[in-house]
């Protein structure tokens, strides 16, 4: 416990923090202050519990507070707090990406380190598109993205992203070339399917014709997320992911999955690509990388890829990519003793042996008023509501705020409301959250 807390701030203090994706009037106006954590648990600044239901925001994948990782943190802060990885490298960079190699899918064994999602996600559509020009095709500059994906917040990822909020204001400054394949929602023919929902797999073909009409030879990726989390998760229809996998190899297109949500046990597996049996040219990973506990994102790139760019005078940059706190000593340290958390605790497998717990639990929403669908897959699941007649978004919200108020952390995207608890999670727990979701749809009408 910590004794120490920073008191409240007093309602006049909140103006200076411009919020990121959150309604800072409604906020400044009802503070949800969260100041402790442990476990499953937050506790607010006046000392309510509420249980996390989200993993923080999907990246708390061990729980909150681990010991072992607040450990080598501070250590490696005594030890060298910050190191250079561009002309110089340290030792535990090279540790911790030797020991995501052996994790990875199949071949996509070279690790970029980045920051965060988003700039995974950047890196890796730079990393596509100068593949192929090292390649001698240099002409493929394209990125189809899909309807309600979301890629993070830089450039790349918002052109390639397609939630309509975050892209309609920023619209000139989206990428060039850049198509996107249609979403796999579709509440009429799937609603409460239990796991990966039957119908759909031919969306995929929508592929097809994108690339026969901007011809396959100007494409350089493909990026979907395996399963989509921020649009209110949004699950691949069963044979939908291969059958994207095949259409990109015959083009010669790079296949890139964004697994920044997915990644780290979420679904049973170390990540989705496993699960699925699919396997991308590039994965795009963050959150569970270091429970966390300090902000890093790794992309996974296929050995070919790395190779075609080692060609060239030796002592030429290969790359001209990075970030100053790429593979940062800290966020390396904190990402191992995540992974070693995960590999003792069989964290990275755990959410297949509670699917079918977690899925019973979430599927007992069905018949609740205004519930119009149930989706789940590993340990997400998400409740669909109807949305009030010309204020869409207004009902979930109120959920959100409901189970919040009775100490249940979920998250709320439009009228969906996501859940995706730490993997350490216990059937009572499972059983509060659902329960007290229920209570709150209830109560909101
Ligand atoms: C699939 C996916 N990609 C990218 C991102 C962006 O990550 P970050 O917020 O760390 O930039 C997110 C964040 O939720 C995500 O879910």
């Known amino acids: 416990?910590?004794?120490?807390?920073?008191?409240?701030?007093?309602?006049?203090?909140?103006?200076?923090?411009?919020?990121?994706?959150?309604?800072?009037?409604?906020?400044?106006?009802?503070?949800?202050?969260?100041?402790?954590?442990?476990?499953?648990?937050?506790?607010?600044?006046?000392?309510?519990?509420?249980?996390?239901?989200?993993?923080?925001?999907?990246?708390?994948?061990?729980?909150?507070?681990?010991?072992?990782?607040?450990?080598?943190?501070?250590?490696?802060?005594?030890?060298?707090?910050?190191?250079?990885?561009?002309?110089?490298?340290?030792?535990?960079?090279?540790?911790?990406?030797?020991?995501?190699?052996?994790?990875?899918?199949?071949?996509?064994?070279?690790?970029?380190?980045?920051?965060?999602?988003?700039?995974?996600?950047?890196?890796?559509?730079?990393?596509?598109?100068?593949?192929?020009?090292?390649?001698?095709?240099?002409?493929?500059?394209?990125?189809?993205?899909?309807?309600?994906?979301?890629?993070?917040?830089?450039?790349?990822?918002?052109?390639?992203?397609?939630?309509?909020?975050?892209?309609?204001?920023?619209?000139?400054?989206?990428?060039?070339?850049?198509?996107?394949?249609?979403?796999?929602?579709?509440?009429?023919?799937?609603?409460?399917?239990?796991?990966?929902?039957?119908?759909?797999?031919?969306?995929?073909?929508?592929?097809?014709?994108?690339?026969?009409?901007?011809d396959g030879s100007t494409i350089a990726a493909v990026i979907v997320e395996p399963i989509a989390g921020s649009a209110g998760v949004v699950l691949p229809p069963i044979g939908y992911l291969k059958r994207l996998r095949e259409i990109c190899d015959k083009h010669d297109i790079l296949l890139i999955f964004d697994e920044v949500i997915t990644g780290f046990g979420r679904v049973g597996k170390p990540f989705a690509s496993q699960a699925f049996d699919v396997t991308p040219d590039l994965m795009t990973t963050a959150k569970g990388l270091t429970n966390g506990a300090i902000p890093m994102g790794a992309v996974f790139a296929h050995r070919k890829i790395y190779d075609a760019f080692m060609q060239g005078p030796e002592n030429a940059i290969e790359l001209f990519h990075g970030y100053t706190y790429s593979a940062h000593p800290v966020a390396c340290a904190a990402a191992l003793a995540a992974l070693e958390v995960y590999t003792k605790e069989g964290l990275l497998t755990r959410a297949a042996s509670l699917a079918s717990e977690w899925e019973n639990a979430v599927h007992s929403l069905r018949g609740l008023p205004h519930v119009i669908d149930v989706r789940n897959y590993g340990l997400i699941g998400a409740a669909e509501l109807e949305p009030r007649a010309g204020k869409p978004g207004a009902r979930g919200f109120e959920v959100f705020l409901k189970c919040f108020e009775r100490g249940v952390m979920v998250r709320q995207t439009g009228d969906t409301i996501a859940m995706s608890p730490p993997l350490i999670i216990e059937s009572k727990q499972i059983a509060r959250i659902v329960e007290t979701l229920g209570t709150a749809i209830r109560e909101v009408g």
Not at 42 to 70: F, K, M, P, Q, S
Request: charged share 20%; with cysteine; net charge positive.
């Open 1 to 214: 416990m910590n004794a120490q807390l920073t008191p409240a701030p007093a309602q006049g203090d909140l103006d200076a923090f411009w919020m990121p994706f959150t309604a800072n009037r409604q906020f400044k106006a009802n503070p949800r202050l969260l100041a402790r954590a442990e476990g499953m648990y937050y506790w607010t600044a006046d000392g309510r519990e509420i249980l996390d239901g989200v993993a923080g925001l999907w990246c708390v994948n061990a729980g909150h507070g681990r010991r072992e990782i607040t450990e080598a943190v501070t250590k490696q802060l005594g030890t060298m707090e910050y190191a250079p990885a561009f002309q110089m490298g340290h030792p535990i960079a090279f540790e911790l990406a030797n020991r995501l190699a052996k994790i990875a899918p199949p071949g996509l064994e070279r690790i970029f380190f980045t920051n965060s999602g988003s700039e995974s996600v950047d890196t890796a559509l730079k990393i596509a598109i100068a593949y192929h020009r090292a390649r001698g095709a240099g002409q493929r500059i394209r990125f189809i993205g899909r309807e309600k994906g979301y890629h993070g917040v830089g450039f790349g990822g918002m052109s390639v992203g397609g939630m309509v909020n975050n892209r309609k204001v920023f619209g000139s400054s989206m990428l060039p070339g850049v198509d996107h394949l249609p979403h796999t929602l579709d509440v009429g023919n799937n609603a409460f399917s239990r796991g990966l929902p039957e119908w759909g797999a031919h969306l995929a073909d929508a592929l097809e014709r994108l690339i026969a009409l901007h």
